[in-house]
């Protein structure tokens, strides 16, 4: 069975880039410096020649990886040069991401509903109607001279109880689906700069004295 790809789709949750890489440095060298960034609680890594694969399980939030909970990370040399490659997979880019599609869904069933309703206090008031039975009540002469308030229109009140009754607004849905919109797209563009940013620090820095092992 071919193996099937969907790069626009998997580009949602997915961040793919390189960082140069000094030359010099050799793969263990350069996992050492990415040490502080993997070793933390929750973590997983697996180094498999110049390549780390790593998994992270309910990650801290003061982890600067907690927003990629996996990836791999490899380093590719071509002629005097290298750089750092990864791929990296966001579980909270992916929620962001689904989250409008939640709200909209919301929307849609609030306007679904106050169609229903709408539909409903259309035939009420169509049986209505036809069933004049009790007519609007007047003011004996007196009353009408002294002053006294008309009786209330029974269907005027029916009519202003259909209004308040059985309206489902969709506007929060619309609010919280831009909202989380607006995350995610903030999110797609600030977090592969992050990244890239941490990665070239990290790399920059002196290796620390213990390499990286197993679980953190």
């Known amino acids: 069975m071919p193996d099937l790809k969907f790069p626009l789709i998997d580009h949602i949750w997915r961040v ?7 030359p010099a440095l050799s793969s263990d060298e350069a996992f050492t410096r990415l040490d502080p960034l993997l070793r933390t609680p ?24 907690a927003t990629f909970t996996r990836g791999r990370l490899w380093i590719e040399r071509a002629g005097a040069g290298a750089v750092l ?10 929620l962001s991401f689904l989250a409008p599609l939640l709200f909209l869904g919301f929307a849609q ?3 679904a509903v106050n169609s229903w309703e709408a ?3 259309d035939a009420s008031e169509t049986a209505d109607k036809k069933d004049k039975s009790q007519p609007v009540k007047k003011l004996n002469p007196v009353d009408e001279f002294l002053g006294a308030p008309a009786p209330d229109d ?28 607006l995350i995610y ?19 920059s820095a002196p290796a620390s004295a213990s390499g990286i092992g197993g679980t953190g």
């Open 85 to 94: 490659r990864f791929d990296l997979f966001s579980h909270a880019l992916l």
């Open 185 to 203: 797209l903030v999110g797609r563009w600030l977090e592969p700069w992050l990244i890239r940013r941490r990665f070239r620090e990290a790399l």
């Open 42 to 65: 929750g973590t997983t890594c697996l180094v498999e020649g110049e390549a780390l694969t790593y998994a992270k399980h309910n990650p801290a939030a003061q982890d600067k990886l």
């Open 119 to 121: 539909a409903d206090a």
């Open 16 to 22: 793919r880039g390189a960082v140069p890489l000094d």
């Open 154 to 181: 029974p269907s005027k009140k029916k009519d202003e109880k259909k209004e308040d009754e059985g309206r489902h607004s969709p506007e929060e849905g619309y609010f919280m689906a831009g909202v989380f919109a």
């Open 109 to 111: 069933l609030a306007v």
